[in-house]
């Protein structure tokens, strides 16, 4: 079992920037950050193979989003820019290893789940 723990999540006003953190138990294939909110399906907001670095950003944050990598510590930093209301979301780390099918950061499906950090972006 792998565990995912998150931290930097909080309040900003829209236009402000936050960087959120996963740190994963071991090293695992595909990474990747989630969100949610009340009535909305979990939508996927970045990925990032972790073996050659492929990234990728849903529309909605391509260019406001960016994910990095600290590979000795298995962890990943998303820094979210020009932040907007509507980003407000719980977000949430996820894991996918080499076994569970693709490693593309579109499509690896998380097999593992961090308990969650609230972002909140006022108007």
């Known amino acids: 079992q792998v565990q995912l723990v998150e931290s930097g999540g909080g309040s900003v006003q829209a236009g402000g920037s936050l960087r959120l953190s996963c740190v994963a138990s071991?090293?695992?294939?595909?990474m990747a950050w989630f969100r949610q909110t009340p009535g909305k399906e979990r939508e996927r907001v970045a990925g990032?193979?972790?073996?050659?670095?492929?990234?990728y950003y849903p529309d909605p944050v391509k260019g406001r989003f960016t994910l990095s990598q600290d590979n000795p510590k298995d962890t990943i930093y998303p820094d979210m820019n020009s932040l907007k209301a509507e980003d407000s979301a719980m977000y949430y780390c996820a894991a996918s290893p080499w076994w569970a099918g693709s490693v593309d950061p579109s499509t690896c499906t998380p097999q593992h789940w961090g308990q969650g950090t609230q972002v909140t972006v006022s108007s």
């Open positions: 990032i193979n972790m073996n050659n670095g492929n990234t």
């Open positions: 071991r090293y695992i294939t595909c």
